[in-house]
């Protein structure tokens, strides 16, 4: 059985379409990247997911859920940009969420104290919002996610905005957390989905264009590559390169043009004749194999 099953989801905002019709389920016990560039429509669906926004078309379903419509009870969400009550203390934020999860407050209280020492903030549990750092405040809001204990955590781009400290504060937080509830979270950065989840969706213009666990990706997408750098740049070579017939796809990345090929020895055969003949100056030759940033690449660029 699924925690959730979704079929044909669908967003419309003044009739652009910005989510085009998503079909997938999350399974119990997994850690669930939705992984995308900026604008991909991951958001917009997270929102969707949690009952904030209404789906132009398409269905969701909870398990558990029956015909309610309220499905407050099943799911933890936190926002990219969360906001607390910065007057209050950390202890007291939980437990006014908590009775606002239906919780009597001597349960709030008591769920409270167990996840602020799970999140590592219980020494400033008595310490206003306010003064948290960063960091401090995402546990917080994970912690406030989680205190009516939903089969489902959704989490919107949890470490963006965060200081290097402080995302790896939350991220080795989420891999605690993933032992125990669903995870669902959104992110632009491919290290981190590769670091604490377990399965993966590819988001692209507002489709998913990938999924399935990391592993199964790698296989599926494994290709021989070569990495090549070029005295005085690479840019002026990525179209020659292109025209190759051995060429998949060839782009710049991190200083490094980055070949997508099939066949190496023709690819070498091929790069290395057009080289002698027209002079060219590389620096580095390398064979690697292709990589879930690779892919990522290639389908952001298309």
């Not at 059985?1 to 998503?22: H, P, R, T, W, Y």
């Not at 799911?75 to 910065?86: K, R, S």
């Not at 032992?179 to 290290?191: A, P, R, V, W």
């Amino acid at each position: 059985m699924s925690v959730i099953q979704v079929k044909d989801l669908k967003k419309s905002f003044n009739g652009d379409e910005v989510v085009k019709g998503l079909t997938f389920d999350l399974t119990p016990g997994n850690c669930v990247a939705l992984l995308g560039p900026n604008g991909a429509g991951k958001t917009t669906t997270i929102r969707m997911l949690s009952g904030l926004l209404k789906p132009t078309k398409g269905s969701i379903e909870f398990e558990g859920a029956g015909n309610k419509q309220d499905i407050r009870s099943l799911i933890g969400y936190l926002p990219q940009y969360p906001v607390f009550h910065n007057w209050m203390s950390g202890k007291e934020f939980l437990v006014y969420v908590g009775q606002l999860a239906f919780l009597s407050k001597t349960e709030a209280s008591k769920r409270a104290d167990e996840l602020l020492e799970k999140v590592g903030i219980f020494d400033a549990r008595n310490h206003r919002v306010g003064k948290y750092s960063g960091g401090m405040k995402q546990r917080l809001g994970i912690a406030q996610a989680m205190i009516h204990q939903p089969k489902l955590l959704m989490l919107d781009e949890p470490v963006s905005s965060l200081d290097p400290i402080g995302r790896r504060e939350v991220l080795t937080l989420m891999e605690e957390l993933k032992k125990q509830t669903t995870i669902l979270f959104s992110t632009h950065i491919l290290g981190d989905a590769e670091e604490v989840s377990d399965d993966l969706l590819l988001m692209h213009k507002g489709e998913i264009v990938e999924s399935g666990s990391i592993e199964a990706l790698r296989e599926k997408h494994q290709t021989a590559k070569l990495q090549m750098v070029f005295r005085g740049g690479n840019k002026a070579f990525i179209d020659p390169i292109k025209q190759l017939s051995s060429v998949n796809d060839c782009y710049e990345e991190k200083a490094e043009l980055h070949i997508l090929i099939d066949d190496l020895e023709k690819a070498r055969q091929e790069i290395l004749t057009e080289a002698l003949a027209n002079n060219w100056a590389i620096t580095k030759f390398e064979l690697s194999r292709t990589t879930l940033e690779d892919l990522f690449m290639k389908v952001v660029k298309h």
